[in-house]
């Protein structure tokens, strides 16, 4: 009997046992359970894509804002630049114009909110504010004498330059500063590079183009790659007495002695200038003073003559006044015949005076047969330009 009760109750017991293991069992998640997972899936990456959009968008307006303002401080220290620039003898004003533009361009694009544009207009336009070369010139000696006595014979220009960009180009002129209102130019040369010494002898094409006792001044140019012009500003310098060798002898030429046009009276002006030709020809007793004088073309040929053969006498007369013997002047008028110049303008260089030293009677001699070769009733016209 206890066999069987233990048989029933181990029968039992397993069946007891498979029904609770079949309780406990996982089950499948219904498709409802799976929709809710997903749902909730996808509202996690919603939120996380929305707080990426969100710092994105934090991100971008606020590198928008930093650019904006980065650029109104650009266009703003432009413009301070600008001002302080037209205020400023020493920029570049070719240069600084192009500058203009470019910030009327920038300050467009800045309205139109194109920042990153207006930016780069800005910083492109403080590369054309740039300083022009800065120049210090020395000259010597100030008063100039290329005789070719050893004295004073030569112009020595010593120069430097300080300059931002490299010097592209140099100019010296040299101009003479009278007679008349309008400087005339005698000389001009340049290159490249800009010399720290340079030696001018007073010649141009192998001839002296500077006379005595006339007033002269010298200006030196420098051009750097962008187009500055830095200059030294005027270098003046006074020419001392001086004789030339000529065909027609050995000759002083004076171009500063002035007379107005078509008369003879000689100004006061000139007593200064007469006074020291007379000091320098004492220094030589035993020469023969020829005095010529001349005219510009702008009369009749015959009126000419006549108005120089006046000029020359009345610059005697002074010399003859100031203590000169009168047996060594010899005056002659060389009418309109020996033109200096036929550039407009520059009509007092013909209206001159020039003293011709006379030593021999061959080398006077050979001086009136030159005279004689002039034919003073020819009308003299300025060559055609080609």
Known sequence: MKKLLLFFFIIFAGCALGISAEETRPQPPSEEEILRQQIIEIMERINKNSEAAQTAYREVTAAAEALRLETEQRLKNLD?????????????????????????????????????????????????????????????????????????????FETSVRAKNPISNWELRIMRSEPGDVDIEVFRTGGKGVPDRYIWKGTRDGK?????????????????????????????????????????????????????????????ENYPIIQTIRQFLLKYPEYRVVVEGHAHFSGPAAWSYTLSQRRAQAVADYLISLGMEKDRLIVQGMGEALPRTFEAGEDPLNRRVSFILIRSEEELEAYHKFVKTINFKKEVTAPKKK
């Open 208 to 268: 002296v183009v500077v006379d005595s006792a006339t007033n002269y001044y010298a200006e030196l140019y420098v051009i750097d790659e962008k187009g500055g012009r830095g200059e030294s500003g005027r270098l003046n310098f006074k020419t001392d007495i001086f004789v030339n060798r000529t065909e027609r002898g050995m000759m002083i030429d004076i171009t500063s002695i002035k007379f107005e046009p078509d008369k003879s009276v000689l100004l006061e």
């Open 80 to 156: 301070d630049t600008i001002k302080a620039a037209q205020e400023s003898k020493l920029v570049n004003r070719d240069l600084l114009k192009q500058a203009q533009g470019m910030q009327r361009n920038a300050q467009a694009q800045f309205r139109a909110k194109n920042y990153r544009e207006a930016l780069a207009t800005a910083n492109s336009a403080f590369e054309f504010i740039t300083d022009v070369p800065l120049v210090s010139t020395t000259l010597q000696p100030r008063l100039f004498s290329p005789d070719g006595d050893g004295v004073n014979d030569d112009l020595l």
